[in-house]
C-alpha cells in the first residue's frame, strides 16, 4: 500500500511484550531511492512513531536526512503543521498515525512526504482515514479476533506471512461542484475503470445498491458546519453481476465560514469484515422493529430490546442530540447506573440530559463520527464512569450528514468485543440514527397537529343550567394527524344551549383551516338568535362561497333546557344516538340535507324531538362508528351497546368508554355527549313589546311592578325599576322599530332584558362632568346590576342586567328588624 501522495508508507505492529513496534509491511513510490524504514522502534523512545502511539494522536516531524527515522524531532502535532513550512525548510517529513482497536494498540503507520509538497490539511487528513482502515483490517485479521483479542497480527519478524491488508483507496470530493479525484484502486473497488471515470459523483452513485443509496448520499453530501468524520458501510454492484461491500471512512474539510470545502475519503474491501449470519439475522430484527416504530420513545425501546440481551449488554443507554443536548430517551435497567455525575445535575424532563461539553468522551465521539471500544469506563469522567466498568462502547449514530445522538453500552464483567461484534454495532449505528431523524420529525408534526388541533377546538366547555356536557377528541393513527373534525357546545341564550358537531373531508392543514372557519361562523349564526335550520344554511352558503372542493358533514342539535324540547338539523352527519332514562337507546331519526358545501340553495329541515330529565344525547362522527373493517351500521350498534351499559350518573366515564370502542385508528374521531337533567326550579318569565309613546317608560316600570306582584317577589324592587327605566330609555332614544323588555326570575337572581332593532351595542362613556344631560344610565346600570352586557340578536341585540337577590331568610329577618 502506498500512501496517497506520499514517498513511501510502512505499517509497524506491536510485539507480544509490547515494548517494541515491528517492521510489518513496507513499501516505496520508488524503490532503491534510500527512503528505507527501520525494523524496529521501541515504544519508549523518543522518536515521533513512538510519541504518536503514546498520546494516541497523529504526528509529523522533520527529518533530519532521508535514512534518520529512528529519531527524529523536533515533532510537531499533525494539526499542527503550516503547509508552506515544509516547502521553505526542503525537508522530507515524516508522518505517523497510531492503529488502535479501541483503547488497544495495534500498531502505527508511517508515511514519508517529500517536503516539496508540505503537510497540507489534506495529507494530514488522509493519514487518519487510511490509518482507521488499516486499524480495522488488522483487528481482523488478528489471530485473537474471533476470541475478541486484538493482538498483533503476524509479520516478517515472527516468520509468519505479512499482514493482509486487502486493498485501499482514496479520493477527494469538491462537494460545492460534485467533482471527484479518486486513485486506481479506489475506482477498481468501486467496479470503475480509471480510463473511463468521468469524474462526477453520480457515477459513483450509480454504482451503489439502492438501498444503500440515501446512508452514502448522507455521506457524500456534507451539510454546512458539519466537521469531522463518518463511518460508513455499503454495497456496489460489480461489473459481472453481484454484490461488493465497501467500507468508507471520511472527512470534511471546512472553509473559514463553516461551509465544506472538501471531503477526503478513504474506502476498503469489507467483504471480510461483515457480520456473522447470527450478527446479521440481529441486524435484521432490529431492522424491522425499527421500521415499525414511529415516536422516539418507540425508537428507544425498540434499541434497547434489540441490543441488550443479544449481545449480553448490563447497560444501554440511547441519548438523542436535540436542541444541542443529549437527552436520554431510554435506559436499561431504569434506574440508571449507580454514577451519573454531570447528567443528574441538570435533568429538563424524565430522563437525564447533558451538554455534550459536559462529557468530552461522548463529545470526542459525536465529532469524529466513529465507534469507541474500552475495555472499561471506570477511567472516563464521572458522568460515564459507572456505565461499564466490564467493557464499554459508544455508538455515534449518524443519520443525513450530521449526528442524531448516541448509545452506550456497558458490561459489568469483562468483555472483550470481537471484529464480528464490532461490525454489528458499526451497521446497527447508521440504522438507530436514521430512525431517530425520523422518529424525531414524526413528534414534531405530531406536537405541530396537536397544536393546531387544539387551538380550533375549544379549550373548556361551558358549565350549562340542567344539564352537563363532556367531548372527547382523538386523532387518526395513520397518516398527518390533524384532520377536519370538530365540536362545540354554545351558550345560545340563558334558556337555550346549541350542540353542534361536523367533520370536513380530509387530512390536512386545508382540512383543519376550513373546520375553525366553519366552526366560528356557525358559532356566530347561533348566538345571533337564528334558528337551527337558518344557522345550517348560512354555514352552508359560507363554504359555498370560500371556492374550494371541500365538503363538510355536520350536525346542529339545539335544547330548551327549561321545556326539554330539542331541534335537530342534519348535513349528511350520521344520526345522534340517544339514551333514555329507563336505559334504552335509539338513532334520532332526522331527516337531513346534503354535506354543506355541496347545493348552495339546499334545504335543512328541522326535527322535534323530546327530552326528559336523564336523558344522553351523544352526537359523534363517522370515525367512531366506521373504518375499512367496520360496516357503519355494526359501528352504531357498538356504540349503542356501549352507551345502554354505561353509568350516566358519570359523563367522563361515559364518554371514555365510547372512545374505548375504538382500536387503531383511520380517521379522526370526535364525540359530544350532553346529559339532560332538567331544572329544579323552572324560571319565571315575563315579556312586554314597549310602545312607542312619550309615556313609554312609565308604562315600562307599571309592566314590571304588577309581574314581580304576580311572582309575590317584593325584594330589591326599587334596584329593579330603575334598570328597567335606563334600559328602556336607551332603546327608546337612540334606536328605531320595536323594543321589547323581557323579565326572568331563576333562583336569587332576576334578569333584565331589552331588545331593539339596532346592532350598536351601548358605549360606556370615557368621562362626565357635571354639566352633562345624559350618559349616566349605563353607570347606573353597572352600578346596581351584578352583572350586565350586550349579545347580538338577528337585525339587532339585547342589553341585559341581573341583579342579585337577597336570600329569603334575610329579608324575612330585616323586616321583623323594621318592625321593632
Not at 115 to 133: K, N, T
Not at 179 to 184: G, K, P, T, V, Y
Request: proline share 7%.
Amino acid at each position: 500500500m502506498v500512501f496517497r501522495g506520499a514517498a513511501a508508507a510502512a505499517v509497524y505492529v506491536l510485539d507480544e511484550q509490547g515494548g517494541r513496534l515491528r517492521l510489518s509491511e513496507a513499501v516505496e513510490e520508488n524503490p532503491g531511492d534510500g527512503a528505507g524504514f527501520p525494523v524496529s522502534y521501541p515504544t519508549s523512545g523518543r522518536s515521533a512513531v513512538a510519541e504518536a502511539c503514546r498520546t494516541r494522536r497523529p504526528v509529523w516531524s522533520a527529518a533530519a536526512e532521508a535514512g534518520a527515522a529512528a529519531v527524529i524531532g523536533p515533532r510537531t502535532p499533525a494539526a499542527d503543521v503550516p503547509a508552506d513550512t515544509a516547502r521553505r525548510s526542503g525537508r522530507e517529513w515524516l508522518g505517523a498515525a497510531p492503529l488502535a482497536a479501541g483503547e488497544e494498540l495495534l500498531g502505527c503507520l508511517v508515511v514519508k512526504d517529500p517536503g516539496a509538497d508540505g503537510v497540507e490539511a489534506e495529507r494530514r487528513g488522509f493519514l487518519e482515514l487510511y490509518a482507521d482502515q488499516v486499524a480495522a483490517r488488522m483487528e481482523s485479521e488478528s489471530p485473537g479476533a474471533e476470541a475478541g483479542a486484538a493482538g498483533p497480527p503476524p509479520g516478517p519478524e515472527s516468520g509468519g506471512p505479512g499482514l493482509d491488508l486487502g486493498r485501499l483507496g482514496s479520493f477527494t470530493l469538491a462537494p460545492a461542484t460534485g467533482r471527484i479525484e479518486a486513485d486506481r484502486q479506489a475506482l477498481d473497488l468501486l467496479g470503475l475503470a480509471q480510463e473511463d471515470f468521468d469524474g462526477r459523483l453520480e457515477t459513483v452513485l450509480a454504482q451503489t445498491d439502492p438501498e444503500d443509496l440515501p446512508a452514502l448520499m448522507s455521506v457524500l453530501e456534507p451539510r454546512a458546519g458539519r466537521s469531522g468524520g463518518q463511518d460508513l458501510e455499503f454495497r456496489i454492484r460489480r461489473p459481472g453481476g453481484g454484490l461488493r461491500w465497501l467500507r468508507l471512512r471520511s472527512r470534511v474539510l471546512a472553509d473559514d465560514s463553516g461551509s465544506p470545502r472538501r471531503l477526503l475519503g478513504v474506502i476498503a474491501e469489507a467483504s471480510r469484515l461483515r457480520p456473522t449470519g447470527d450478527e446479521v439475522s440481529r441486524v435484521q430484527r432490529l431492522s424491522v422493529a425499527l421500521a415499525a416504530s414511529m415516536t422516539v420513545r418507540d425508537v428507544s425501546r425498540a434499541v434497547v430490546s434489540a441490543l441488550r440481551d443479544p449481545l449480553g449488554a448490563d447497560s444501554v443507554v440511547l441519548a438523542e442530540l436535540h436542541a444541542g443536548r443529549l437527552v436520554v430517551t431510554d435506559m436499561e435497567p431504569q434506574e440508571g447506573p449507580a454514577v451519573w455525575g454531570t447528567w443528574r445535575s441538570q435533568w429538563h424532563s424524565e430522563w437525564p440530559d447533558a451538554s455534550p461539553g459536559d462529557v468530552p468522551t461522548l463529545e470526542d465521539v459525536l465529532r469524529q463520527g466513529r465507534t469507541r471500544l474500552w475495555a472499561s469506563s471506570a477511567d472516563l469522567e464521572p458522568g460515564l464512569a459507572g456505565i461499564g466498568p466490564g467493557g464499554f462502547a459508544v455508538l455515534p449514530l449518524p443519520a443525513d450528514g450530521r449526528m442524531a445522538g448516541v448509545c452506550l453500552l456497558g458490561w459489568d464483567d469483562q468483555h472483550e468485543f470481537a471484529a464480528e461484534e464490532r461490525a454489528l454495532l458499526t451497521a446497527a449505528a447508521g440504522l438507530i440514527g436514521q430512525a431517530l431523524v425520523r422518529a424525531r420529525a414524526h413528534d414534531a408534526e405530531h406536537e405541530f397537529t396537536a397544536m393546531l388541533q387544539s387551538s380550533l377546538l375549544p379549550r373548556t366547555l361551558p358549565v350549562l343550567p340542567g344539564c352537563t356536557a363532556v367531548a372527547r377528541y382523538l386523532p387518526a393513527t395513520t397518516g398527518l394527524a390533524v384532520g377536519g373534525d370538530w365540536y362545540d357546545v354554545i351558550p345560545v341564550s340563558d334558556r337555550s344551549v346549541a350542540l353542534v358537531i361536523g367533520d370536513v373531508q380530509g387530512h390536512s392543514a386545508e382540512a383543519a383551516a376550513i373546520m375553525g372557519q366553519i366552526r366560528t361562523a356557525i358559532r356566530a349564526y347561533a348566538v345571533e338568535g337564528h334558528p337551527p335550520d337558518v344557522v345550517m344554511s348560512h354555514a352552508n352558503r359560507l363554504l359555498v362561497g370560500l371556492d374550494t372542493e371541500a365538503f363538510a358533514t355536520c350536525c346542529y342539535l339545539a335544547l330548551d333546557v327549561e321545556e326539554g324540547e330539542a331541534w335537530v338539523v342534519r348535513a349528511g352527519h350520521p344520526q345522534p344516538v340517544l339514551r333514555g332514562p329507563d336505559g334504552g337507546t335509539q338513532e334520532i331519526e332526522s331527516e337531513g340535507g346534503p354535506p354543506l358545501g355541496v347545493i348552495a340553495d339546499a334545504d335543512f329541515p328541522m326535527t322535534n324531538l323530546g327530552v326528559a330529565p336523564g336523558t344522553v344525547l351523544a352526537l359523534f362522527t363517522d370515525g367512531l362508528v366506521e373504518s375499512s373493517k367496520l360496516p357503519l351500521d355494526d359501528g352504531v350498534r357498538r356504540v349503542r351497546r356501549a352507551l345502554a351499559a354505561a353509568d350516566p350518573a358519570d359523563a367522563d366515564r361515559t364518554a371514555d368508554d365510547l372512545i374505548g370502542t375504538t382500536e387503531r385508528r383511520e380517521d379522526d374521531v370526535a364525540l359530544l355527549l350532553l346529559r339532560y337533567d332538567g331544572l329544579p326550579v323552572r324560571p319565571r318569565r315575563a315579556s312586554w313589546s314597549v310602545w312607542r309613546l312619550p309615556d313609554a317608560v312609565m308604562h315600562a316600570r307599571r309592566f314590571t311592578a304588577r309581574a314581580l306582584r304576580s311572582w309575590h317577589e317584593a325584594r330589591e324592587t326599587d334596584a329593579i325599576l330603575l334598570v328597567v327605566s335606563e334600559l328602556v330609555t336607551n332603546a327608546m332614544t337612540h334606536t328605531r322599530g320595536e323594543v321589547h323588555l323581557h323579565l326572568t326570575l331563576a333562583g336569587e337572581r332576576l334578569r333584565v332584558a331589552v331588545s331593539d332593532s339596532s346592532p350598536r351595542a351601548p358605549v360606556k362613556p370615557a368621562g362626565l362632568d357635571w354639566e352633562a344631560t345624559g350618559g349616566r344610565g349605563i353607570f347606573l346600570v353597572e352600578a346596581v346590576c351584578a352583572a350586565w352586557g350586550s349579545v347580538p340578536l338577528s337585525g339587532g341585540k339585547q342589553v341585559w342586567g341581573e341583579i342579585e337577590l337577597a336570600p329569603e331568610q334575610d329579608t324575612a329577618g330585616a323586616r321583623q328588624e323594621s318592625r321593632r
